[in-house]
């Protein structure tokens, strides 16, 4: 169910960035990928993960573009929540490129 609705919730965020920035899609879809988040790690992972003291800055950019956004403010939201993304997943994005970089060591995708 949780990858479902973060699945639907991207879904809808990339459909409302498509439409000129509908602000009900793009809050329809914040809300379907934060509810699909909380069931996959589950409330209380979700809520710690939120709400650590160094993640506080991203979390507060995130919300409050999450905010601005059903106040039908999408750019300005979006804008607010990217940067709060980026501070939020900091610590992640060198985990994924190193991913990333091991692709080219599987068989098969190393020779496309």
Do not use: C, H
Not at 19 to 47: E, H, K, P, W
Not at 52 to 75: A, D
């Amino acid at each position: 169910i949780g990858v479902g609705l973060v699945g639907f919730g991207l879904f809808f965020l990339l459909f409302g960035i498509l439409l000129y920035f509908d602000s009900v899609l793009m809050a329809f879809g914040n809300l379907l990928f934060l509810s699909g988040l909380v069931f996959i790690i589950g409330f209380r992972r979700t809520f710690t993960f939120f709400f650590q003291r160094q993640k506080l800055k991203g979390t507060s950019f995130f919300f409050g573009g999450l905010v601005v956004v059903l106040m039908r403010w999408p750019i300005l939201g979006m804008l607010l929540e990217a940067y709060g993304f980026i501070a939020l997943f900091r610590s992640f994005f060198p985990v994924a490129f190193g991913f990333l970089g091991s692709l080219a060591n599987i068989p098969l995708l190393s020779q496309v």
